[in-house]
């Protein structure tokens, strides 16, 4: 998301602390590292302060908690999610307030040099991705601000505003759109506040936007569409490379068909869904697939496989899109499903491995497809799969719903379990760091890549020069 929240700090009298070998072994981070000599003294660079160990509750939190009642428990526990709730928004209401003084209608914030640069298009893009979440939050002050810079601005940059990314504004803008227009009451929507704009502002200024991206999928020889859009044009055009990336083109139809829903015109869902129709008779290696296509022969590209850039939602999308279609689940969307249960099992038996000696779960990657050597490198974005693992497994329900009316299968429940050993991992990456920050990539040890590491890599468990320990 461009507009992130500020992570919340949990305050502990801090003390000295050495961190167990099983909480720092079996990640490492990624990190360009420049100026390193070849001396025996190289190494010594990479050593910092030892990682932190996870937030903690003040003492007088964890000690009273203990000594309560059960039902004293359950409500000292409720008014501590209300403060955090509080201190999220609180949060949130400081990045929007220092967009608004610095960038405001520009993409993003440069938070440093406090001015806005216009990287996605020139839309506004914070503006719009932004607006739902103040809607669900009762922020109704950045209600306000924000509908009133749509309704007010937005029509007339789409119209005159050069390339933007057919995937990027997709999610970013017609999404943040729409789901300003349910949240606002729009279409029988929840409606949850009274301010900004009438719901048909949103809904209007996304289907112009969307006319102009149909142009990705109009323009292009086959079902796959071209990767921008030149809005004023309005025209579509090829990547450089004249690549689509696998997991943008497949990652629009929830917005797509949502827009056809409440506007009454099929036409953006029936483009959208022809992605996910022509990719079905791809060949796949176990359901798993490449993250380059052509939108001119509409064939993979290359055999790099990962869940993680240009390949993570594409796995997303399957299950929530079949989840949309739902009245349809016995009819002409199953396949859907069924893709992304062939897709589960694949992830399983090619992907998912442990680290030694923590035992960590992990996904991989098979840059050189399946006959080529395994790589334990996992991208942070690859954390969004212990959701979508839970979502599949349950079909959208509760766990506890699902048990009840008896839909969890035996596939289900391993993936569930391999859901929570991979939240666990991506819980690991953020609370073995200093700084609380997951890395962007990190690569983990496994038995074979311990084998083949020199001996130095060996004696210190990482490797050289770009690898830090953790």
Known sequence: MIFGLACLMFTHKSTPHSVSQGQAEGIKVNKEVEGISDSGGRFQRFWRKPPRLPPQLPPDEKGSIGNLPHELQKLNTGSKWVDRQQRVQKAFIHAWSGYKMYAMGYDELMPLSQRGVDGLGGLGATVVDALDTALIMGADEVVSEAGLWIETHLSDRINKKGQVNLFETTIRVLGGLLSAY?????????????????????????????????????????????????????????????????????????????????????????????????????PKVEGLVPIYISPDSGEFSGENIRLGSRGDSYYEYLIKVWLQQGRNRDSNFTYLYDMYEEAMKGVRHLLVQKSIPNGLVFVGELPYGPKGSFSPKMDHLVCFLPGTLALGATKGLTKEKAMKENLLKFEDLENLKLAEDLAKTCFEMYSVTSTGLAPEIAYFHTEVQAQELPLPAKLLGWHCPCILPL
């Open 182 to 282: 349910h949240l606002s009451g729009g279409e029988q929507g929840t409606n949850l506040t009274h301010k900004g704009p009438k719901p048909t502002v949103y809904l209007e200024t996304a289907r112009n936007l969307a006319d102009r991206l149909l142009l990705a999928f109009t323009s292009s020889p086959t079902s796959i569409p071209f990767s921008d859009v030149v809005l004023h044009d309005p025209s579509a055009h090829r990547a450089p490379d004249g690549l689509s990336s696998t997991a943008e083109v497949s990652t629009v139809q929830l917005e797509f068909n949502y827009l056809s829903t409440v506007s009454g015109d099929p036409r953006y869902s029936i483009e959208a869904m022809k992605v996910l129709e022509h990719i079905k008779d791809l």
